[in-house]
């Protein structure tokens, strides 16, 4: 009966910074890994996924039972190019009435794919080496430049070093003799002219970045046809190193402020007591926060960072970078966080901290679709922003108010109203849309980490990955009197200590706050 189910087997490859053009996610009351959402002329699309296929293996291991959160993770581990064996809907569906083993479907297939995979790789006296890596090579010019010269080779693609003297700057960063230039500060140059790749290393000034790659490098990439680029390259050369420190909360806290530098963006360590934990532990001032506990935080508001500090109660471990080394990481266009991943070993030493990060992990990345209808004081919610900061945030959502039952939260990002995307719209246009509604709007809404999720894997955001929509068709009971309007303007969230000697802050915000917020630990 089984012998009818064809799996198939589907290698997608995006381009760096780019989408796959499909979503993965689980639906209630419906078995396995579904593909939904394949956008048109993409990857995916290219691939032959098709909506409502199910992800039976990622890269030749069997997902099916497997938590969607770790099925998420290992094709997001998987760089540009990712192998799915899927079975249509209907075939699934088949499969589960007559209780086939969805493992052994479509093993044979998962098993030639794992043979031609490690056909590819690196060999050396009959053992498997270890998988060639594009480099990156950070250079700081010397009084006789960089020490390297530039020529093309025809019928080969890009720029080739030549010239390489012994002792110069880019011997002493890992340049190597006929290595390919493949990016300079972040940009690809492949199909750049001498000319113009010359110019760009005179504009770099006094400090350069190169991604550059050799022979066997290139040979290994090719024959998977996968893109070379700096999110696969190997990070051990860069001379500054991000900072993992370790901290045990005393009886003053940790004895630092985190202040958001509105500029920026970042997270900055500011006034760290000489003699408290925070300096024991190696931080120091104007140090920039990277990430909390192992989980990336440069992309969120300082509110959302102090929160995950304070989480952790007694301890807490950060990953931080200097200036210097923050500037070099911002000159790849990289994170110091893929330095982290890449080379330190990212897992926490106690095990009940990787139970709460996997807990973490599996967040509902589903936006929501919510219909209110305004009550007698308003829709019952505020709508706010950061300063210098993309978006915006709802906040103070009235208890039992229109926007509290249609299933708006607190500090959900806006993404749409009555159907327009406003993510991108000045803060008086957005509440303008939101006067003219009247007395109903329809609100497309995330959450802060549903949002942040979005923006990584750089997926667009609509009201089809929502599920039903919550609809209060009719005015809620009122159980609180006190008025609410339904939009305000509101400076930035401003955090501070209450005292010198306390670890918890009181949030407040008034007209006179600072261009950064500050926060007591």
């Keep these: 009966m089984t012998s009818v189910l064809q799996p198939r087997e589907c290698k997608v490859t995006k381009k760096t910074k780019k989408s796959y053009g499909f979503f993965l996610r689980v639906e209630k009351d419906t078995a396995g890994h579904l593909i939904r959402n394949v956008e048109k002329n993409s990857p995916a699309e290219k691939a032959g996924l098709k909506d409502g296929d199910r992800v039976l293996r990622v890269n030749g291991v069997f997902v099916d039972k497997e938590e969607h959160a770790k099925v998420v993770e290992i094709v997001k581990n998987s760089g540009n190019s ?12 088949k499969a589960e009435k007559e209780g086939a083993n969805l493992e052994e479907l479509g093993q044979k297939v998962s098993k030639r794919k794992k043979k031609e995979q490690q056909s590819t790789l690196p060999v050396a006296n009959g053992a498997i080496t270890a998988v060639p890596q594009p480099r990156l090579c950070y250079l700081v ?11 093309t080779t025809e019928g080969q ?3 080739f070093i030549v010239d390489l003297a012994s002792q110069g700057a880019a011997a002493k960063a890992g340049v190597q003799d006929k290595d390919r230039l493949i990016e300079i500060n972040g940009k690809n140059v492949e199909n750049d002219t001498h000319e113009e790749v010359v110019e760009k290393v005179k504009k770099s000034g006094n400090h350069i970045m190169l991604l550059l790659s050799n022979e066997e490098t290139d040979r290994y990439y090719t ?24 901290l045990q909360k005393g009886k003053n806290g940790y004895g630092f402020y985190l202040r958001m530098e509105q500029n920026t963006g970042d997270h900055v360590i500011k006034d760290v007591d000489s003699k408290s934990p925070a300096a024991k532990a190696g931080l120091k001032d104007d140090d920039i926060l990277v990430a909390v506990n192992s989980e990336r935080v440069d992309a969120l508001d300082h509110e959302s960072v102090v929160g995950k500090i304070k989480q952790s109660e007694e301890k807490t471990t950060l990953l931080v970078v200097d200036k210097e080394t923050d500037a070099m990481y911002k000159l790849a266009q990289i994170s110091p966080y893929s330095y982290y991943y890449k080379v330190q070993d990212p897992a926490p030493a106690k095990p009940e901290e990787r139970v709460e990060l996997h807990t973490e992990q599996k967040v509902n990345h589903k936006p929501r ?13 505020n709508l706010n922003m ?23 939260e607190n500090n959900d990002v806006l993404v749409e109203v009555n159907g327009v995307n406003v993510m991108n719209e000045p803060y008086d246009n957005v509440v303008a849309r939101i006067k003219e509604s009247g007395n109903k709007i329809t609100l497309l809404v995330c959450s802060k980490d549903a949002y942040k999720y979005f923006q990584d894997e750089n997926i667009r955001i609509t009201d089809s990955m929502a599920d039903p929509v919550h609809d209060t068709s009719e005015p809620p009971a009122y159980t609180e009197t006190s008025a609410a309007e339904s939009e305000r303007t509101s ?5 501070r200590a209450s005292s010198s000697s306390s670890s918890q802050s009181a949030a407040s915000a008034g007209a006179d706050s600072d261009s950064s917020d500050d926060t007591r630990f």
């Excluded at 990712?82 to 569906?93: F, G, I």
């Excluded at 679709?369 to 919610?381: A, E, N, Q, T």
């Excluded at 400076?491 to 955090?495: G, V």
């Design 157 to 159: 693609k890009g720029l």
């Design 141 to 151: 010019k010397e009084e006789k430049g960089y020490g390297f010269s530039l020529k």
């Design 491 to 495: 400076p930035e969230p401003r955090e």
């Design 386 to 408: 950061v300063k210098n900061k993309p978006g915006l945030f709802i906040n103070e959502v009235q208890k039992h108010g229109p926007a509290d039952v249609a299933g708006v």
């Design 82 to 93: 990712v192998v799915l064996l899927v079975l249509d809907e209907a075939s699934y569906r």
């Design 223 to 246: 024959s998977l046809k996968m893109a070379l680029s700096k999110e696969n390259a190997n990070l051990k050369l860069l001379p500054h190193k991000p900072r993992l420190i370790e």
């Design 369 to 381: 679709v919510c219909k209110m209808v305004k009550g007698p004081s308003g829709f019952g919610f």
